[in-house]
């Protein structure tokens, strides 16, 4: 892939350059998740089929697009299940994964062009990219599936944000990018934040730089203003449920954002009726974990300092959002795995930095052995996943079910995850069984 990256030049997205660029990301993408998340295409998955494809079926797709759910409006989802119910209900869990893949590529293609302002070397920006996929803490419920989507789109828009800041422009399509993930989710109010680096005014500045095209803040207003009118009166909105301490918020930032991001073979902490589980690990002990993550941030901000003066105001703004975000989704929600998403990657983010700004000379190697031993850490999760029906054969028995009952009957059919408190399925009608089988 670093290979096809390098061959490009200075060739854009959308023009002949953006051909291999969007090729290598997209067979990339599919490699990884064919091989590293269980059952992708032979199973639809949990929510997928649960909200996405029932709402669809049961509704119409287009009817749905703007559907919220827990306050997330979720457009992508949307727009992909609408898709999906188009074929053939054996063909969906293929159709979910064709679409969740094309989104991945697209979030990497957002990356790969914004840190590519930044680090100014395409190879390290292709392994940046690339390291979305392989993000740990992404891989214990969040990778490969259509419904968490919006945090992978919520966590690449940031980096429009953070080439706008370095560069004071933006693209058009990066523009209408930042728009799709503030009708996403409202997460994206936490990209504001980055107007606090703006408060120092470019020497270029002037009233005609700031345009509704290349301000990424202004995009982030309008959508963030139609989320809100969208999602109005939605009952199901998710409100704030759990109230944890400041100790413990602290404790989750260091393990699922720092620990995570930047430690090989970190696995991961959760609970199962009160009692402490660490998965996929070989750091057992809560206090070492704790202590570990803690020396590893102070270490981090340590060698910071050392970065160019330039750049050390737009580390420390990333390193803010990380902590705000973090500790106030802590302190309302907890911090799960997907919520982790968007400050673990800049984390990684900074780490990447660092280590191209003190070691020019061999930071694609280093970078490049970094996320190499990352995937490795998180090559024993998805668990959930590996328990799943094959959908094919269920699809085949629905239709000899649907063959003697009246078409306005329907039939459910069963997907992961398999767990003793609930049963998963998609509502298919015999119609739609039977016509298109």
């Known amino acids: 892939m670093i290979f096809l990256m390098n061959s490009i030049g200075k060739l854009r997205f959308l023009k002949l350059g ?29 929510e ?5 494809l029932n709402d669809a079926l049961t509704s119409g797709g287009l009817n749905n ?6 306050g997330y409006v979720d457009l992508p989802a949307r727009l992909i299940a609408a898709l999906t119910i188009l074929f053939d209900p054996a063909f969906y869990p293929f159709i979910l994964g064709f679409g969740t893949i094309s989104v991945m590529t697209i979030c990497m293609m957002v990356i790969y062009y914004a840190c590519d302002k930044v680090f100014q070397n395409k190879s390290q920006s292709a392994l940046f990219a690339g390291f979305l996929l392989v993000l740990p803490i992404s891989r214990f419920e969040s990778l490969g599936n259509v419904t968490n989507l919006h945090f992978y789109i919520f966590t690449s828009s940031s980096f429009v944000f953070i080439q706008y800041l370095v560069i004071r422009r933006i693209s058009l399509n990066q523009g209408f990018f930042v728009l799709i993930a503030t009708l996403s989710t409202p997460l994206t ?36 203003l139609i ?16 109230v944890n301490s400041v100790a413990k918020s602290g404790y989750l930032y260091l393990d699922r954002v720092i620990g995570s991001a930047l430690i090989p073979f970190w696995g991961r902490v959760s609970t199962n009726q009160g009692v402490t589980l660490v998965s996929s690990s070989i750091f057992n002990s809560l206090y070492i974990r704790a202590a570990l993550t803690f020396l590893i941030l102070l270490l981090v901000l340590y060698i910071a300092r050392r970065t160019s003066v330039g750049v050390q105001p737009l580390l420390v703004i990333i ?17 799960e795995p997907r919520y982790a998403i968007f400050p673990s990657y800049l984390i990684s983010f ?23 031993l990352m995937n490795l850490n998180s090559a024993s999760t998805t668990l959930s996943r590996y328990k799943a029906t094959d959908w094919t054969k ?29 049963f998963w399925f998609v509502n298919i009608p015999c119609s739609r069984i039977t016509e298109k089988n």
Not at 48 to 52: A, C, H, R, S, V
Not at 229 to 238: A, E, N, Y
């Open 18 to 46: 953006g051909i291999p660029v969007f090729s290598s990301f997209f067979l990339t993408t599919l490699l990884y998740l064919k091989f590293f998340v269980p059952n992708f295409f032979s199973s639809v998955y949990a």
């Open 48 to 52: 997928d089929g649960q909200i996405y």
């Open 65 to 70: 697009l703007f559907k919220t759910y827990a």
């Open 189 to 224: 109010l936490f990209l504001m934040f980055f107007s606090l680096y703006g408060l120092k005014k470019p020497s270029n500045w002037n009233f005609k730089t700031i345009r509704l095209k290349n301000n990424p803040f202004i995009i982030l207003g309008i959508g963030t």
């Open 227 to 242: 989320n809100i009118v969208v999602s109005w009166g939605d009952l199901d909105t998710r409100t704030p449920t759990d």
């Open 319 to 335: 390193f803010s959002i990380t902590i705000i975000y973090s500790i106030i989704l802590s302190m309302a929600y907890n911090l």
């Open 350 to 372: 900074i780490f990447f930095v660092i280590v191209i700004q003190l070691n020019p000379k061999f930071a694609t190697v280093i970078l490049f052995c970094f996320v190499l």
């Open 394 to 422: 269920q699809v085949k028995f629905a239709k000899l079910a649907c063959n003697t009952l009246d078409d306005s009957k329907s039939m459910n059919i069963r997907m992961a995850p398999f767990r003793e408190d609930a």
